[in-house]
């Protein structure tokens, strides 16, 4: 079964003179907003992407050419990709798992 997928994508430009990456990433989300069948969740280290694998990997490519059209010569993109086919993953769906099991003091593994 080929449904959704999910991904965490963290763009990070090489060598522009500044330390502050701010405006990388909103240029990022932008070009993710222009993708129709993508949801996104930005998050302190970086972007998890929701849809096909397809159109996740169209997305991904879009934020990875960001830096260079606005001025980077050197760009490092890390990806990663969680593809269920036993059944259908959503991010919501993940995180709400957690909290639920927390809430309910649920069986969990010692790590």
Same mark, same amino acid.
């Given at each position: 079964?080929? %449904?959704?997928?999910?991904?965490?994508?963290?763009?990070?430009?090489v060598?522009?003179?500044?330390?502050? !990456?701010s405006?990388?990433?909103?240029?990022?989300?932008?070009?993710?907003?222009?993708?129709?069948?993508?949801?996104?969740?930005?998050?302190?280290?970086?972007?998890? !992407?929701? %849809?096909?694998?397809?159109?996740?990997? #169209?997305?991904?490519?879009?934020?990875?050419?960001?830096?260079?059209?606005? %001025?980077?010569?050197?760009?490092?993109?890390?990806? #990663?990709?969680?593809?269920?086919?036993? #059944?259908?993953?959503?991010?919501? %769906?993940?995180?709400?798992?957690?909290?639920?099991?927390?809430q309910?003091?649920?069986?969990?593994? #010692?790590?």
């Amino acid at each position: 079964m080929r %449904g959704t997928v999910i991904a965490e994508v963290s763009v990070v430009p090489v060598g522009t003179g500044s330390t502050g !990456l701010s405006h990388f990433v909103a240029a990022c989300l932008d070009a993710v907003e222009d993708k129709k069948n993508i949801s996104y969740q930005l998050t302190p280290m970086g972007t998890v !992407l929701e %849809g096909t694998l397809e159109e996740v990997l #169209k997305a991904i490519q879009a934020m990875h050419e960001v830096p260079f059209s606005r %001025g980077a010569s050197r760009v490092v993109t890390w990806v #990663k990709i969680d593809d269920r086919r036993d #059944k259908q993953s959503t991010m919501t %769906g993940k995180v709400e798992s957690v909290v639920r099991l927390r809430q309910t003091g649920g069986p969990r593994k #010692k790590c």
